[in-house]
């Protein structure tokens, strides 16, 4: 038995007697005095702390065989450690057959459905009699709505307008006034463009498919891969721009000839490997050459086979020199990177201060931000320091001895 006693102040006076055993007891002006009391929880009878005291293996070591079976199925255990077979109610006493033929089982499935007789019907079927109550489909209120005409006084200066107006005229006046639904695209666009009303389409025309342009092929990639990589080697002065996109079956001894001439090219500005089959393989030794390239300022390798390790290899070359301003990596091999990889590049990228511009698929928000943010101080601090810098050009020693030899060759 528990008591709670409660004294506060009061000036009412009452006494409250319940069958709960919950009483209230108030003495006249000044002080007021609570009681309640509950009574303990009994289960089967006994109170909870008697069974509190039981031994739980006591009792099921006085249990039978089918009482525990029958407890069991009871009692699903939360338990993951035990087999699912232990955890679920159902127990099969059939004894296993052998594997599963798909075969017979479905040829078991039909023959047992054919062998198994239909339900008898209480009441047989007879052709155009009707069981039961007939549904009868509501009547459309909102429909009705639709059908009443309004009618709108909008003045014998419009109505005359309205009346004498061609069927163009009302589509153009529909356009502007924005009355989608009552026309089709190409009506809509006809009349912003002032172009005039295609023939055969009036209000009652059928909507039917533009068709689409025929734009020419673009012509297949027709860059001499033998006389781009001699060039490069000589570092031709004329060379400043390499476009190897969309060639198919270079191999990786090509791209390695390329990439160790490129090395100590001095000219060369625009590199494109868009489409090439670029791996990880090659792009190790590109990331080589561009340590080493300090006149390269675009890079271009989209759509090829790197992956996100080799993408962040690449990024590592670039803090080298430092003279790269445009980078280019999406659609590789693996679609997402990955928050690892991202967090990564974007450290690299905010330790670059020449990057302006990068072309890579970023999942999370972070990195996006951190990247365009950086990038945009970087085109700020350059456009700052291009207005305060005096107005003269530094022409590099080693590129004006390469000018000459190119001279007089």
């Known amino acids: 038995m528990t008591t709670i006693e409660e004294t506060y102040e009061g000036e009412v006076t009452r006494k409250v007697k319940r069958r709960t055993s919950f009483k209230i007891h108030e003495t006249s002006s000044s002080t007021k005095k609570?009681?309640?009391?509950?009574?303990?929880?009994?289960?089967?009878?006994?109170?909870?702390?008697?069974?509190?005291?039981?031994?739980?293996?006591?009792?099921?070591?006085?249990?039978?065989?089918?009482?525990?079976?029958?407890?069991?199925?009871?009692?699903?255990?939360?338990?993951?450690?035990?087999?699912?077979?232990?955890?679920?109610?159902?127990?099969?006493?059939?004894?296993?057959?052998?594997p599963l033929n798909r075969k017979k089982l479905i040829e078991h499935i039909n023959k047992q459905a054919l062998e198994t007789p239909d339900k008898p019907e209480f009441k047989p079927y007879v052709a155009g009699t009707i069981r039961g109550k007939k549904w009868i489909p509501p009547e459309n209120v909102n429909q009705k709505e639709a059908d009443e005409q309004i009618a709108i006084d909008l003045g014998d200066e419009y109505e005359q307008a309205l009346s004498q107006a061609t069927q163009d005229e009302i589509i153009d006046l529909a356009a502007i006034l924005g009355f989608h639904s009552m026309m089709n695209q190409d009506q809509y666009h006809a009349s912003l463009l002032n172009k005039g009303q295609p023939l055969g389409l009036g209000w009652d025309g059928i909507t039917k498919a533009s068709q689409p342009k025929v734009f020419p092929p673009e012509p297949p990639n027709d860059t001499n891969i033998e006389l781009s990589i001699q060039m490069v080697k000589e570092d031709n002065y004329d060379l400043?721009?390499?476009?190897?996109?969309?060639?198919?079956?270079?191999?990786?001894?090509?791209?390695?000839?390329?990439?160790?001439?490129?090395?100590?090219?001095t000219n060369l500005e625009t590199l494109s490997l868009t489409n090439t089959g670029m791996t990880d393989r090659t792009a190790i030794k590109l990331a080589e050459a561009l340590e080493k390239n300090c006149t390269l300022k675009v890079v271009n390798v989209e759509t090829n086979f790197?992956?996100?390790?080799?993408?962040?290899?690449?990024?590592?070359?670039?803090?080298?020199?430092?003279?790269?301003?445009?980078?280019?990596?999406?659609?590789?091999?693996?679609?997402v990177l990955g928050n690892k990889i991202e967090m990564e590049i974007t450290k690299l990228v905010e330790s670059n201060p020449t990057l302006l511009r990068l072309g890579l698929h970023l999942e999370y928000n972070d990195a996006r931000h951190r990247i365009a943010s950086h990038l945009q101080r970087n085109i700020d601090r350059i456009r700052k320091d291009a207005t305060l810098r005096p107005k003269f050009r530094f022409f590099n020693l080693h590129n004006i001895k390469k000018n000459i030899k190119n001279l007089i060759k």
């Open 34 to 98: 609570t009681t309640m009391t509950t009574a303990p929880a009994k289960l089967y009878g006994k109170d909870l702390d008697e069974y509190e005291e039981l031994d739980v293996e006591q009792l099921l070591s006085q249990l039978s065989p089918e009482e525990i079976s029958i407890l069991a199925k009871e009692v699903d255990p939360d338990d993951n450690l035990l087999p699912p077979s232990q955890r679920c109610s159902y127990e099969c006493e059939k004894k296993p057959t052998g």
């Open 240 to 265: 400043k721009h390499l476009n190897w996109n969309n060639i198919k079956n270079i191999s990786d001894e090509k791209f390695e000839q390329l990439f160790e001439a490129l090395k100590d090219n």
């Open 306 to 335: 790197i992956s996100p390790d080799g993408i962040v290899r690449l990024m590592k070359s670039l803090l080298n020199q430092r003279s790269l301003e445009e980078f280019r990596a999406t659609n590789q091999r693996s679609q």
